[in-house]
């Protein structure tokens, strides 16, 4: 008992291990479960213009870091004649041009592939509560600031819906006297975030491109950013409602300028957007430098041993095949994993090509091995022989075929000689013995597993798993395990067993 609880427990764990990498996958590379999966791909660019005096040029600009609901996948600059750096500073994530000179009209290029992902996002941020900043008004504006602030404060038991009352005053079809004196001298964003911070609420203004296929020359949008318990959340200054629209990517946090130019005037940055598609196995091997668990992955091997991986990935299927149909259902094959070789074949060609291949040389390799019966020779001399003689017949196939314009010889070259020969062998002796209906069983089991194989083999899905998602192969060897601890009848027992059954 105390072995076989272990040995459950053991496959438990191969199962458990195995779907639990293939999520991690998913999740931190964000490779598909399903093959030909797509994915809507933002493509940004920012362009700055700008007049150069003739001197030493230093420009910087602000970079999206991790925005809410949007993913990074790629990033580069356009910048002739410029060096160009990616500076991580206490002014956050920076882009940086420099040249030594330069003079007149200057044009440099930022461009950044977005996708969106619900997961993507800023972590927590670990610092202290922020504290509100001094807010200074003239004594009209705040005598006015004061009842706006005591007016929402009587409706609002949060400081997003402090500032969620707030926007509907100063946005009101007819706002009141002390709305209409504020607005007249600060934007409201600008408004909104004193009037909050006045209430000793930390608030600050961010911007945001608001994304729209196919448009040219776009500027950034204000957000209001509000402090609430312990998170900095988005605030629509419009309509009071919070959290960013599905459609804003957060470029720039407050605190931060967008553009910094040195050795220059009259600065301006504009962005362009275009939304693309991506297949999403694309998207996956795009990151797979910037995740920890890409190191494991087969996309970073050469591309000639990724082509033998996808074979080699693909057996453990076929053995879990096989032995489900020799020990669950009974099925009689020729040899244990001949089935899964000759499937493997099939993939490299058409099935009925690869099927007549097979049936063609193993028919000839068998009317030899029964002339070599009678030579008397020993097993082997009679192997090595019929090694020799299904080269040479796999040849003079592969030549009659190439003359006649058809494939068919070519395709035997896939298959193991050896365990060809070996299988003609054995089905010979097979046929010494039990006669030639032991030998059509067999063959006949053989084939049918084969072309089982073949099809699960050939099916999209089947591929993309086995080779994206390797681990999956610990839940097969459990499988396999488990049908290994069977020992109840099979299926083709129970019909021989239901006619006796029937009798009784």
Known sequence: MKSKSGFYLAVLVLVVTGLSLAWLRHTELQVPFKPGQKNAVWLIEARIDFQAFGEPVRVSLNLPDNPPRYRQVSEQAASTGYGFAIVDGPKGRRGEWTRRNARGPQTLYYKVQMVQDSQAGPEAEKQKQPQPEDVFWDALQATAAYQLVEQAYVKSSTPTSFARELAKQLTASKPDQNASLLLSQYTLPTLI??????????????????????????????????????????????????????????????????????????SEVKFSMLRQTMPAMDLA???????????????????????????????????????????????????????????????QTQLVQGLSAFLLIVALGLVLRGYLSRLNLLMVARISTLIVLVIFLTSIISVIGHELGFNLGLTITFFPMIIIAWTIERMSILWEEEGSREVLIQGLGSLGVAILSYICMRMDIVRHLTFNFPELHLVLLAAILLMGQYTGYKLTELKRFGVMRGHH
């Open 193 to 266: 975030t004193r009037l909050l911070n006045h209430a000793g609420i930390p608030a600050r203004v961010s911007m945001g491109l608001e994304l729209q296929d196919a448009r040219r020359y776009q500027s950034l949008k204000p957000i209001l950013e509000v402090y609430d318990t312990d998170r900095w959340v988005p605030v629509d200054p419009r309509t009071g409602d919070h959290g960013l629209p599905e459609n804003m990517l957060l470029w720039q946090r407050a605190g931060k300028s967008l553009l910094d130019v040195t050795g220059g005037e009259d």
């Open 285 to 347: 091997r795009l990151q797979q430098d910037k995740n920890g668990i890409s190191r494991f992955s087969l996309y970073s091997l050469p591309i000639e041993e990724q082509s033998v991986f996808k074979l080699l990935l693909l057996l453990p299927l076929g053995a879990l095949i096989v032995t489900f149909m020799r020990i669950i259902v009974g099925v009689h094959t020729s040899g244990t994993f001949m089935p899964v070789l000759i499937a493997l074949s099939f993939l």
